[in-house]
């Protein structure tokens, strides 16, 4: 009988908790092996004090992603997570001073855009008209496999194919819209969300910024780590059943296909179906035995091209900020920042980013304190800075900038608890390879076909979910690879 099969999922991640709880929904015998002490991955809470922090994610865009996930669960996300929308996406800082607050309100919007970038307008309105078509047949194609050379004939994606701008970059198909280079950066920012920069972010990614105007972004209420920790207790509610601390050496595989694995301690579970959903690189290096991997995988997955890391602060004050909810501010020269960290460059004039989120959830902090999540792009380990000595005074040089371009001009003297993750800190302790917090780079290379697939091709019953499988990394992507392993899984054969 195909249900009652038993799954074994590695990691908690939201790929692997997505597969999950439809898995279990359907009466497979699910059990996750989480190697830390929590569920989410870097979706998941950290503080002390009465201070909560996100890990990674700090918001939530096409909710409608989630809510069809929690509903193949057979539940509604409504009962486990309040969404809030914000009628602020974010406040964009320039170093010349200006301040541009992205309204949803797209009357309210384009008054900004006429306050700042006369003559952009009717660009903006073009921009929604055909981002929307390319979106309404673009994103269908990221729901389903890629599995086969052959899965390029697939209708829905020819149909989008022409729509999709695959050879211009990101900045290139905004520049046929905006003729403010400032607005360009304001529509292109999001391929950071890629940890890539825009001038090399293939076209297909306009949909990003489109996406945030088009249905907005949400705070959950208690942080975007609530949705992780509802899946898992979705998963729960089907039956599935969820191990913390306890890490997963190695997959299990036997004559060419995978049949359980080995937990650290040498314990050996067996199933007839895994999913890996830990980081893709590490996992196929570190629990992938060599044998059972192409022989070229070692060297191919040492060349790709990775994402950039981060650097974080994240930091308890005594008071509240008035400042947005979502706050981005720009180096003096963006294209100069953004090609430094793609050539592996320290950077001093960096972009950084500061999520305030007290301002919409009093209850992330003590009363009358705040949270404050502070992003920084940097490189990925395959740069040649030692982080171990940079690591404190890059610290000092991000609360210098703060101090100069926000409001926060006295947050040295508002620190009550902190906390600092680096690129080396990523790896070594989130067990992410390079420390390339976004996985392997969106380039055209590596999506669809091209980057690894959901079915693992050289080990039968090993499917793969997350960031570095197709669709790609992002929270509504992440999801939908756990909702293409399920399925794959579903569809096939006793």
């Known amino acids: ?19 999950g709880m439809i898995l279990a929904s359907r009466g497979y015998d699910v059990s996750i092996y ?79 855009i006429t306050r700042l970038f006369p003559g952009d307008e009717a660009g903006y309105d073009r921009y929604l008209e055909e981002q929307k078509n390319k979106f309404d047949k673009m994103y269908p194609c990221l729901k389903i496999p890629y599995l086969k050379p052959w899965s390029y004939l697939n209708p829905k994606l020819l149909r989008a194919l022409p729509s999709m701008q695959v050879f211009k970059t990101l900045y290139q198909v905004l520049a046929k819209y905006f003729t403010h280079q400032d607005l360009r950066i304001s529509m292109a920012f999001q391929a950071k969300y890629l940890g ?69 301690d040498g314990t050996e579970q067996r199933a007839e179906i895994v ?3 830990a980081d893709f690189a590490k996992a196929m290096i570190e629990m992938v035995p060599e044998k059972a991997r192409p022989s070229w995988s070692n060297r191919k997955l040492a060349k790709s091209p990775y994402s950039c890391s981060t650097f974080m602060l994240y930091l308890g004050l005594k008071k509240v900020y008035p400042i947005e909810h979502h706050n981005i501010f720009f180096a003096t020269d963006y294209k100069k920042n953004v090609d430094e960290i793609s050539a592996g460059k320290f950077s001093k004039d960096f972009s950084f980013y500061i999520q305030n989120a007290s301002v919409t959830d009093p209850n ?56 600092i993750i680096t690129p080396l800190d990523w790896q070594n302790d989130k067990y992410i390879y390079k420390g390339a917090v976004f996985n392997l780079a969106h380039t055209v290379g590596q999506m669809l076909y091209f980057r690894p697939h959901n079915k693992f091709e050289n080990i039968d019953g090993l499917y793969i979910v997350g960031g570095g499988t197709h669709p790609g990394s992002g929270l509504p992507t992440i999801l939908e690879s756990g909702r293409i392993a399920a399925d794959l899984i579903e569809q096939t054969k006793d």
């Open 196 to 264: 890539m920069s825009p001038w090399a972010c293939p076209g297909p990614f306009s949909i990003l910024s489109y996406m945030e105007h088009a249905f907005g972004i949400f705070h959950p209420m208690g942080g975007v780590h609530k949705i992780t920790e509802a899946m898992a207790q979705v998963l729960e509610e089907n039956g599935g059943k969820i191990f913390l601390k306890t890490g997963v050496k190695k997959l299990l595989v036997e004559s060419g296909k995978a049949v359980g694995v080995q937990l650290e």
């Open 34 to 112: 989480e190697k830390q002490a929590y569920v989410g991955g870097r979706t998941s809470p950290h503080g002390t004090g009465g201070f909560v922090f996100e890990l990674g994610p700090t918001f939530v865009m096409l909710p409608q992603v989630f809510e069809e996930v929690f509903a193949l669960a057979g539940k509604k996300m409504s009962d486990y997570v309040d969404l809030k929308r914000l009628e602020t996406m974010y406040r964009l800082h320039f170093s010349d001073g200006r301040d541009f607050r992205v309204y949803f309100n797209k009357k309210k919007l384009r008054k900004e």
């Open 1 to 19: 009988m195909k249900k009652n099969k038993k799954v074994i999922i590695v990691g908690a991640g939201p790929g692997g908790l997505a597969s």
């Open 275 to 277: 999913i890996m959903n």
């Open 364 to 419: 992330l902090a003590p009363e009358g304190k705040s949270t404050i999540y502070v992003l920084v792009p940097v490189p990925n380990l395959t740069s040649e800075i030692d982080w171990e000595k940079e690591k404190m005074s890059f610290r000092d040089l991000i609360l210098d900038k703060i101090e100069k371009e926000t409001e926060m001009k006295d947050i040295r003297e508002q620190i009550e608890v902190e906390k």
